[in-house]
Structures are given as structure tokens and as C-alpha cells.
């Protein structure tokens, strides 16, 4: 069951909120003034963070172009418990030193604006906290999280207020009709403003990672090494629940 809905509170990020990766100060100071065109929201739980994630991220700013690309984790997914070893911080943590070895045209923001907001994390209220800084906001999303896109809490303000990036998965011809008669309804039913773009294969997901960790395996193959190396150091998902 979903948590209860919570009062509606904005957080705007600051300088205290968010964490930019670049050389140049000034951007970071710049992120939470500047108007953008176009912002790219990456949403997820984090734990931890892998190459799949990495490799998508690139992706959708390969094929999308935004000015800037906000990665997001969350506090408590409406979909999920949270049980998985590693703190807030530790979550946040190991983003700073995985979004370090992106190759990206724009700067990437690492905030934890819906961890400061607790409660679900519900992906309207962070569009409509983000929209005064971007004319356009869009928000990644899984294949699996687009079949369900009508589902998800205030669906009609949320299409109404993003667009959305959504990776393709190939050689599953039942899926890909699936998703293109899925793409028409919810574009007839909300107007919703969806773009395709080819998945990036990566078989291995954080609970795997959790339990190759748990089970004393190398994970090295699959996260980036000072990520590896800050699990090991923490001594995270020892006992993780998978």
C-alpha cells in the first residue's frame, strides 16, 4: 500500500540541496538561477548505483540534448520497501562518485530534493518542483514503468507537466506492440509527449549487485571502481535483503 499522501511542500534546490559535478564552480552557484530549456530528470532508488544506470543516462542525454540532467534518488518509492542496507547518505555518496565518470555534453546535479521532502517520492511533485528552472522538464522511465505510466499518482498532472524518455527494448515483438499501443493510448487519453530510444543491454540490477556483495563476489565488473571500493570500504549489502 501507498503511503499517505502528504501535504504539498516545494523544495527548490540551493546550493545546500544539490551537488553538481563539474570543474567549473560557477555552475554549480548558476544551476539553481539559470532558466533552462530543457532539464532531464533520472530518477531511481540507487543501491546501488551500476553501469546500467550509467550507460542510460548517457543515452538519454545523447539522444535528448538537455541543458541539464538531474539525478534523483528517492526516498521511499511508492512500488517498493525499502530494505536494501545503505542510508540516504550512502545512496547519495555513491552517486557523487559514479556520475564522475559520465561523459556527458551537460552538467549532471545530483540532488536529493525528495530525499529532504521524505515520504513517497511521487515523480509530479518533483516535476513541479523543478519546472521554475527549465521551460521543458523530462523524466526517464523504464519500459516496465511506461506500461503502467496511467497508474502512477496524479497521472494527468504529471503528463500535463513532463515529457518523457522512455528506452526501447529490442527483439521482443509482443513488447515493442505492446509499448506503441500503450504510447497511443496514453497520447489520446492525456496528450502525453513520449520519445523511443534504443535500450542499452545490462543484464545485471542493483538487487543482483546487492546479493553478489552479500554472497562475498566481486561486483567490480558491474559498478564503477570507487563505488566498488566504497561498498567494500562501508561494508554495504553484507546482509542486504535482496
Not at 8 to 22: D, E, F, K, N, Q
Not at 72 to 82: D, E, G, Q
Not at 227 to 234: G, R
Amino acid at each position: 500500500m501507498r503511503s499517505p499522501r502528504q501535504p504539498a511542500r516545494t523544495w527548490l534546490p540551493s546550493a545546500a540541496h544539490v551537488s553538481c559535478c563539474t570543474a567549473n564552480p560557477c555552475i554549480k552557484r548558476e544551476l539553481t538561477l539559470k532558466k533552462y530549456k530543457k532539464l532531464l530528470i533520472f530518477g531511481g532508488t540507487f543501491s546501488p548505483v551500476h553501469n546500467g544506470h550509467l550507460r542510460a543516462m548517457q543515452a538519454c542525454c545523447a539522444a535528448t540534448s538537455p541543458d541539464v540532467l538531474y539525478v534523483i534518488p528517492t526516498a521511499t518509492p511508492p512500488h517498493k520497501v525499502r530494505h536494501d542496507g545503505a542510508t540516504d547518505k550512502e545512496r547519495m555518496d555513491m552517486l557523487h562518485l559514479a556520475v564522475g565518470t559520465l561523459h556527458t555534453a551537460c552538467p549532471v546535479v545530483v540532488s536529493d530534493i525528495e530525499l529532504l521532502r521524505g515520504g513517497a517520492s511521487y515523480t509530479v511533485d518533483t516535476v513541479e518542483a523543478l519546472s521554475p528552472l527549465a521551460d521543458r522538464i523530462l523524466v526517464y522511465c523504464g519500459t516496465d514503468m511506461l506500461l503502467t505510466l496511467d497508474e502512477w499518482h496524479d497521472a494527468a498532472r504529471l503528463m500535463r507537466a513532463a515529457e518523457f524518455v522512455c528506452m526501447q527494448r529490442e527483439g521482443d515483438a509482443r513488447l515493442h506492440d505492446a509499448i506503441l499501443h500503450k504510447i497511443a493510448a496514453l497520447q489520446n487519453t492525456y496528450g502525453a509527449r513520449i520519445t523511443l530510444i534504443p535500450d542499452v543491454p545490462f543484464e545485471v540490477s542493483s538487487s543482483e549487485i546487492r546479493a553478489r556483495a552479500a554472497r562475498g563476489e566481486t561486483i567490480e565488473p558491474f559498478v564503477p571502481h570507487g563505488v566498488a571500493d566504497y561498498i567494500a570500504a562501508h561494508e554495504l549489502y553484507k546482509h542486504a535483503d535482496t
